[in-house]
């Protein structure tokens, strides 16, 4: 309940602080969907030349991006630890964050939220129904909360990577560049796994789990029976994995050496 | 009284990774990197009661740092025990920091972008102040420390000055029974430094808080604490007053000579050459400095001397600073 009032306190203040500064959050948000329009332009490219991909129809791989777009949109709202190191680590701001009653991991994703990101959802949102009805789908009631589990779940795979490769930080004293390498490999999520190697499909299920922030849980709407239990692993595996990092953020805390002064 | 801080025999070890030097080093270094340990606190032991000031001190690199981390939590100890409020400060992280309050002189605990008021609104709530004793307690802490006009200003728009009186009153905002401040006056104009002791001191009287204070400036020490806890190389090389500090080291006293003739060095050597006594020259100002031991008829006699032989405009009588007897402890060594 706490965490939940101070959320929203926090939530206040960053929207307190960003209508100071109108002009910037109109050029995220600009540059937000430029970035994800130039995605679809480039699916769209590639249909161009080709009709199938692996078996996947454009509107479904379409419609695949489309849902990929929602859990990244609330992963990049909330889980901005990408510089993680520097900040907090380099510069020492962690001490700060540890001399709070508040959970040291909690306390960045409050400090750190861009919640203007949150608009990639409505994108999604909007490029599904457009996908879904080329398709000719159709709404069960079930499915707006088995796509809010997926969602979910697809924010945790991805927030727990990114923890985890964030904690690499408390062992280790050099910067790594790992960080816009896996922004990359998450990606590859949103094409269907199958196009790829067996090797590649394995990383990306069970090593980088990318694929169940995109292509396993959009499956499950797309009626792909075949991927059904993949779909259904997505909140599991979403669970575990985000489990698993805080897990290691909390001993990697105990690690922390602290900077000089 | 309750002890508010207790340690035993804390020590933290950090590993130091060396480089080889070279290309060939370097590659060598890809696979097995050399490394020693280096302990910052080297075992040691204090406490401190509830309602004491004490200032920690020491020279860079000396242990302060590190030991106030491992007191605040943010550490974890290498070996040795900390019981801070009752509590392991690391183990019981997010209970415990409730109870202390921390200013570290370098860092901000503000929000930068948002005003000030805001930065502590969200802090009350972060700490589960009430309105009571948010209102109570905080409207006092606002008019000593000054901070009124400066409540509605974004943080990154206030001088050094402004901000550290912000950052002490946001360290008070739950009115924690400890209070860290690590170098709390650093870079801080005369003014506001007596203005931060004055409310230290008032805080403590009337909360009887626990304040315990690392510095380079000795004159918030000598302002504010009357025990000192010294450390060098990691190890607590005095515990114990300030005053005793003084008392013990303080041999020597010194006299300063302003002449109204141009004087030399050698001369004041020749007119005292009967005593024991060392002669230094300020440069700038013209002013003769005497170093003596603390003796009375000693101090008579070299001034009768000096006097007798030259034309004098000013004389000054000093007891030795406590920075230079910090300062002798330190080229000495304790023994």
């Known amino acids: 309940m706490f965490y939940i009032r101070i959320f929203f306190q926090y939530v206040a203040q960053y929207m307190k602080t960003r209508m100071q500064y109108r002009a910037d959050l109109f050029v995220e948000i600009f540059s937000d969907l430029l970035f994800q329009a130039v995605n679809l332009i480039f699916i769209l490219v590639v249909f161009g030349h080709t009709n199938l991909l692996g078996g996947w129809t454009r ?6 991006y489309g849902f990929f777009l929602v859990p990244y949109a609330l992963f990049s709202s909330f889980f901005n630890i990408w ?17 709070r009653p508040i959970h040291s991991l909690f306390q960045i994703v409050l400090e ?38 997926f969602v979910l779940g697809g924010m945790l795979v991805y927030g727990g990577i990114f923890i985890m490769i964030a904690c690499i930080s408390f062992w280790a004293d050099a910067r790594t560049s790992i960080m816009p390498m896996m922004y990359n490999i998450g990606n590859y999520g949103r094409y269907p796994v199958d196009i790829y190697n067996s090797v590649i499909r394995f990383v990306l299920t069970w090593v980088l789990p990318f694929a169940f922030v995109g292509v396993y849980p959009a499956a499950f709407f797309l009626g792909k029976e075949e991927w059904f239990l993949y779909s259904f692993l997505t909140p599991v595996i979403g669970i ?11 001993s990697g805390v105990k690690r922390y050496r602290g900077a000089g002064n | 009284m309750k002890d508010a801080i207790t340690v035993r025999n804390l020590k933290k070890e950090f590993k130091a990774y060396s480089s080889r030097s070279g290309l060939k080093g370097a590659f060598r270094d890809l696979l097995t990197r050399n490394y020693k340990i280096v302990p910052a606190v080297n075992d040691i032991s204090f406490n401190v009661k509830q309602g004491e000031m004490v200032g920690y001190i020491g020279e860079n690199g000396a242990g302060k740092s590190t030991t106030i981390k491992m007191l605040t939590g943010i550490l974890t100890p290498t070996s040795g025990g900390v019981i801070v409020n009752g509590m392991n400060p690391h183990r019981d992280r997010e209970k415990f920091v409730s109870t202390i309050g921390v200013v570290f002189g370098q860092r901000s605990q503000l929000w930068w972008d948002i005003a000030v008021q805001e930065s502590f609104r969200l802090l009350k709530k972060v700490y589960k102040v009430s309105d009571e004793q948010y209102e109570s307690h905080m409207a006092h802490v606002i008019k000593t420390l000054d901070i009124e006009p400066l409540l509605d200003k974004p943080v990154r728009k206030l001088s050094l000055g402004q901000r550290m009186r912000c950052e002490l009153a946001a360290a008070l905002i739950h009115n924690p029974p400890l209070l860290f401040l690590d170098e709390p006056t650093i870079g801080l104009d005369v003014l506001v430094k007596l203005r931060i002791r004055e ?42 007053a300030l005053k005793s500090l003084k008392e013990k080291w303080g041999e020597g006293k010194e006299i300063e000579f302003q002449f109204l003739e141009e004087v030399e060095l050698a001369d004041l050597n020749k007119i005292t050459a009967s005593s024991e006594v060392k002669w230094e020259k300020d440069e700038k100002k013209a002013i003769f400095t005497a170093v003596v031991e603390d003796d009375d008829e000693l101090i008579s006699l070299l001034i009768a001397k000096v006097v007798a032989a030259l034309k004098i405009k000013d004389i000054n009588i000093k007891e030795t600073s406590t920075e230079e007897i910090i300062r002798n402890i330190y080229d000495r060594g304790i023994s």
């Open chain 1, 59 to 64: 509107d479904e791989i379409i419609f695949i």
């Open chain 1, 83 to 99: 510089d993680f190191n520097e900040r907090y680590i380099v510069k020492g701001e962690l001490d700060r964050i540890l001399t």
């Open chain 1, 112 to 149: 750190r939220m861009e919640l203007e990101s949150l608009f990639g959802a409505v994108t999604g949102i909007a490029v599904m129904f457009y996908a879904g009805n080329s398709l000719g789908l159709k709404l069960s009631w079930a499915d707006p909360f088995l796509f809010l589990l």
């Open chain 1, 240 to 250: 575990v994995f985000f489990g698993i990092s805080i897990l290691i953020w909390n």
């Open chain 2, 199 to 240: 409310f230290l001191k008032e805080i403590n009287k009337k909360y009887n808080t626990t304040i315990l204070l690392t510095t380079h400036d000795l004159t918030d020490i000598e302002a504010l604490c009357e025990r000192v806890v010294m450390l060098d190389d990691g190890k607590v090389i005095y515990d114990g």
